[in-house]
């Protein structure tokens, strides 16, 4: 049974970082495109980045040069590396892998606020 789990949510303050984990098992992880998602109150769930099995990034506008992804697939393991923090990246931020639209989980998320 795919799991995927978050770690690493926290307070910060702006301009402060957090790193992200997402522990990924029961499915072939290096294989699977892997995802950071995050939705804040009131918004809609927003694609943030993503790195391909090849390596291949993506990032939303808001987040280039403040965030980055990486994965570990030794260790089956996802990170985001998050700097500069704005009160504006305050979310629950969700791990996604995907392989097809049949072979796509979910984590249950992880909450980050960036308050003063």
């Known amino acids: 049974q795919a799991r995927l789990v978050e770690s690493g949510g926290g307070l910060v303050q702006p301009g402060g970082s957090l790193r992200l984990s997402c522990a990924g098992s029961?499915?072939?992880?290096?294989?699977?495109?892997m995802s950071w998602y995050r939705q804040a109150p009131g918004k809609e769930r927003e694609l943030v980045t993503n790195?391909?099995?090849?390596?291949?990034?993506y990032y939303v506008d808001s987040v280039k040069g403040r965030f980055s992804i990486s994965r570990d697939n030794a260790k089956n393991t996802l990170y985001l590396q998050m700097n500069s923090l704005k009160p504006e990246d305050t979310a629950v931020y969700y791990c996604?892998?995907?392989?097809?639209?049949?072979?796509?989980?979910w984590g249950k998320g992880t909450l980050v606020t960036v308050s003063s």
């Open positions: 790195i391909r099995s090849v390596g291949n990034t």
């Open positions: 029961g499915f072939a992880f290096a294989l699977f495109t």
């Open positions: 996604n892998a995907r392989l097809t639209a049949d072979l796509d989980y």
